[in-house]
DNA sequence: TATTTTATCGACTATGTGTCTATTAAGCAA
DNA sequence: TTGCTTAATAGACACATAGTCGATAAAATA
């Protein structure tokens, strides 16, 4: 963020372009893989040129975009986690409003290879946080962190593309009454 | 198979050369989104014209051929589905046996919608034989078939892109541990 | 104001798609 | 075997896309 040394504000004020441009394409066609340098500038009414100043390629940009996602899922999911007192449901139940809310985005970029993967570590990174404060042991008995984390990412990857029409609240619930432990 | 009218040798001859240039290329860069029918037709040594006499699209051909790959997938498990007296985790164990052998093949068409969606299909099919065959209510209390295949095929994906290193034995005693019912 | 950086324009090479026509070759049926 | 039918090839076409380059104009900044 503010680490960052200031950029000149044209550069800034074009990537926003291109990142509003892959925006606007993707709520038409709802495809990352039909997205073109050619239809990301022309939406954004820049030159060709101008893209390859910034990015790479198309998943350069995509890349910086997911992180941005991510970055903000971190900042507000975070404050969530720290809460202690709340019930095992609660967190789970906090964390699928949030994907509920950007559903749209996350069932677009849940194709892209490095979204999948944030969120896979993301899910780990999140379960781990539960068992050791819960102090369940992660060595002995214990199903793999691994294992609960492409489980669930399955579940989120149905929901956000096929399921939608259930609530949070019903996933929520047949999550933890599907497994033996709560994974969040 | 036998009731299609029968081709012309030429013709079969040269869907198999293609379909064989597909997974001689897949084998290579294991990546179903940088196949071309240029480059199709030329490891196949055929005319690029001579593709489009046969199928639409790279798409259309991947499609036969994920088609193909659940016709023996189907053909290979029945069987062992009909048997009703195994025990609960053999049913399982031998569905994964059959995605560790063809994992790299697996590995590679599990990012194509069509494959995935046929795998998901394939999953709701055999939890639902299994729920039916115990006698288990299927309106009350249970966890959602299709919560559970998305679950299943969650891991599936994790496990022949990822960790592939564990046998199907711990990825089979992980599942049957991790879920308050067993699935399969 | 002068220097640096950014954006634009046009061009170029390369790869790819999908279609078409004309020609050759192989399969099949009377 | 001959003649009809279908498959395969060759070459061309228009079009889209990627990535790069040099020259020029415009904006930012020191």
Do not use: C
């Not at 820049?46 to 991510?70: G, K, P, W």
């Not at 984390?149 to 996933?171: Q, R």
Request: without cysteine; proline residues 2%; positive net charge.
């Amino acid at each position: 963020m503010s680490i960052h040394k200031k950029q000149d504000p044209r550069a800034l004020r074009t990537k926003k372009m291109l990142k509003n441009a892959v925006f606007s394409l993707l709520s038409e066609n709802q495809d990352v893989a039909q997205l073109s340098v050619q239809k990301i500038t022309s939406r954004a009414e820049l030159n060709r040129a101008t893209f390859y100043l910034h990015y790479e390629d198309i998943n350069d940009l995509l890349s910086q975009i997911v992180q941005e996602i991510f970055d903000e899922l971190s900042s507000k999911t975070e404050p969530l986690l720290q809460m202690k007192n709340l019930d095992k449901q609660e967190h789970l139940l906090g964390f699928l409003d949030y994907v509920y809310e950007y559903r749209k985005i996350f069932a677009v970029f849940i194709e892209h290879a490095e979204f999948k993967n944030s969120l896979f570590e993301f899910l780990k990174n999140v379960i781990h946080m539960r068992r050791s404060e819960r102090n369940i042991a992660t060595t002995e008995n214990t199903v793999a962190l691994e294992i609960m984390a492409a489980s669930l990412l399955g579940i989120i990857n149905w929901w956000i593309k096929d399921g939608i029409h259930y609530s949070s609240e019903y996933i929520a619930k047949q999550i933890t009454s599907m497994y033996k432990k709560k994974p969040l």
